[in-house]
């Protein structure tokens, strides 16, 4: 009966709308960074441009460091993202297939860390990382993004839908436990990884608080903390601040993309769905 009278799911007519609330000010942004500052500043505001007016980006290269920042941001970035792959699948694994004492408290140690407010470590950590004397460093913006707690439960649940046969069957062949982990579970958790990657690209992409905190050289900022220079107490740059909104925004529309699949993947197998 749902095909002979619509050619999709009836759901399909409560989630259109509801995507249209979310995209449209996504619209918003990258129509407004194609106006001038008097359209953008008029009233009634205009939702589409009388023109393409290149302004906000013509200001946002020439000057800004706005380059430097999508650099920095890119390094720091691939830094976490590479640190959790690594560091979170081998905790994650380790937990969910190794046997040792206090795998259990340990666990229970590592996901608790979840709720302590970040707002609550910033101090302690600044002081930790001035001792190391890597504030006002890059170091200082990926060195907290280099395992989650969230990172180690994510591969933990993950693994532990494997099946076990596949490490037996390694281990009677003689492979030992890295081997096995290298070889065998690795690659069958590639949709784990990629979600983990694309939630950790996510959140150090868009990091602003703790790197406005413990960066104040300007061609260290990330962009985040760059795009926040142009929102001042008398006057912001509208123009600039929606083109470094979209430069900011394409690299993980795109990162998405990419790791569509995969990611909804883990997001079906791993537990973690609704």
């Given at each position: 009966m749902r095909r002979r009278f619509l050619p999709f799911s009836p759901w399909h007519l409560l989630l259109m709308p509801l995507a249209l609330?979310?995209?449209?000010?996504?619209?918003?942004m990258v129509?407004?960074?194609?106006?001038?500052?008097?359209?953008?500043?008029?009233?009634p505001p205009k939702f589409?441009?009388?023109?393409?007016?290149?302004?906000?980006?013509?200001?946002?290269?020439?000057?800004?460091h706005i380059l430097q920042?999508?650099?920095?941001?890119?390094?720091?970035?691939?830094?976490?993202?590479?640190?959790?792959?690594?560091?979170?699948?081998?905790?994650?694994?380790?937990?969910?297939?190794?046997?040792?004492a206090g795998r259990g408290v340990a666990f229970v140690a590592v996901l608790a860390t979840v709720m302590i407010p970040i707002q609550l470590l910033m101090i302690p950590t600044y002081l930790m990382f001035a001792r190391l004397g890597i504030v006002d460093t890059l170091a200082a913006a990926f060195v907290p993004w280099l395992a989650s707690a969230f990172g180690i439960f994510l591969m933990r649940q993950?693994?532990?839908?494997?099946?076990?046969?596949l490490e037996e069957a390694a281990r009677i062949d003689g492979a030992s436990v890295w081997r096995t982990f290298v070889s065998i579970v690795l690659p069958l958790a590639r949709p784990a990884l990629a979600t983990l990657a694309v939630f950790t690209l996510l959140s150090s992409w868009n990091d602003l608080l703790?790197?406005?905190?413990?960066?104040?050289?300007?061609?260290?900022?990330?962009?985040?903390?760059?795009?926040?220079?142009?929102?001042g107490m008398?006057?912001?740059?509208?123009?600039?601040?929606m083109a470094g909104n979209v430069v900011a925004t394409v690299p993980l529309i795109v990162a998405f993309l990419v790791a569509q699949k995969r990611f909804i993947a883990t997001m079906t197998f791993s537990g973690l769905k609704g």
């Open positions: 609330i979310f995209v449209l000010p996504l619209v918003q129509l407004t960074s194609f106006m001038s500052e008097r359209e953008i500043n008029r009233f589409i441009p009388s023109g393409v007016h290149l302004d906000g980006y013509k200001a946002l290269f020439t000057e800004s920042w999508f650099g920095n941001t890119v390094l720091v970035s691939a830094i976490s993202v590479a640190s959790h792959l690594i560091l979170c699948s081998a905790a994650g694994y380790g937990f969910a297939r190794l046997r040792f993950f693994f532990l839908t494997l099946p076990g046969e703790w790197p406005l905190v413990a960066i104040s050289d300007d061609r260290r900022f990330t962009l985040q903390v760059g795009l926040a220079t142009f929102q008398r006057r912001t740059e509208w123009s600039q601040l």
